[in-house]
């Protein structure tokens, strides 16, 4: 897949590192290609690729979001049609919200309605997303929303980086709840002291 990564931080980074190594075209996109997080990732992955946010843009097929959630109120008018495209929100409104809107998911769906939209990748550690395997056996991933195919290719992408599945969490309506579990593994993770390296696993009888 021909993937854009809008955000220059360390979910970002892991993200994009995961997807090169298993064969997907892979560019980031920056407001500044000179900022200390851009040349971060440059170091990180000397030979991708840091372009101007609608240049990054132009010829994905997959836009995944991972800056804060308020930078989509002025990021999504930006970015031009985006119809056909799916967008991975990999957000989570924890310290601040969008606007008028409860997540950056809902922010996406209202400003760009032609897009496929899904919520992934927001409900673990930027640790696990970059190593989702523990003792031979790859943890879990969730995605939430109403496009199929939007949540088809989450699916993939996440099975691409090496978690086990990508539970279908429900559709729009699940959104908020999905945001509600990443604040439950941040909650155990650093507010209970159990560190980062913990990770969610469905099992089954």
Same mark, same amino acid.
Request: no cysteine; charged share 20%.
């Given at each position: 897949m021909k993937i854009t990564i809008l955000g220059t931080g360390n979910v970002g980074s892991a *993200?994009?590192?995961?997807?090169?190594?298993? $064969?997907h075209s892979v560019l980031f996109g920056a407001r500044n290609s000179a900022s200390?997080?851009?040349?971060?990732? +440059? &170091? *990180? @992955?000397p030979d991708v690729r840091i372009q101007s946010v609608e240049d990054a843009v132009k $010829?994905? =097929?997959v836009l995944v979001i991972t800056t804060p959630p =308020? #930078?989509? @109120? &002025? @990021?999504?008018? /930006?970015?031009?049609? *985006? /119809?056909g495209k799916i967008i991975i929100d990999a957000t989570n409104s924890v310290r601040t919200r969008p606007g008028p809107y409860p997540t950056a998911f809902h922010a996406i769906k209202a400003l760009a309605p032609s897009a496929e939209v899904v919520k992934c990748f927001n409900t673990t550690g930027f640790e696990n997303l970059? &190593?989702?395997v523990y003792q031979g056996t790859g943890i879990d991933m969730f995605a939430a929303?109403? /496009? *199929? #195919?939007?949540k088809q290719a989450a699916s993939k992408l996440a099975r691409d980086l090496g978690f086990e599945t990508c539970y279908d969490f429900g559709g729009d309506d699940k959104v908020e709840l999905l945001e509600k579990l990443a604040l439950s593994w941040i909650n155990l993770a650093l507010? +209970? $002291? @159990? $560190?980062?390296?913990i990770a969610f696993k469905l099992v089954k009888r």
């Open positions: *993200l994009g590192k995961g997807w090169i190594v298993a $064969g200390p997080k851009a040349q971060k990732i +440059q &170091d *990180l @992955l $010829g994905a =097929e =308020e #930078v989509v @109120l &002025d @990021l999504i008018p /930006s970015l031009g049609d *985006l /119809s970059a &190593d989702p929303g109403n /496009s *199929l #195919v939007a507010m +209970q $002291g @159990l $560190g980062r390296n």
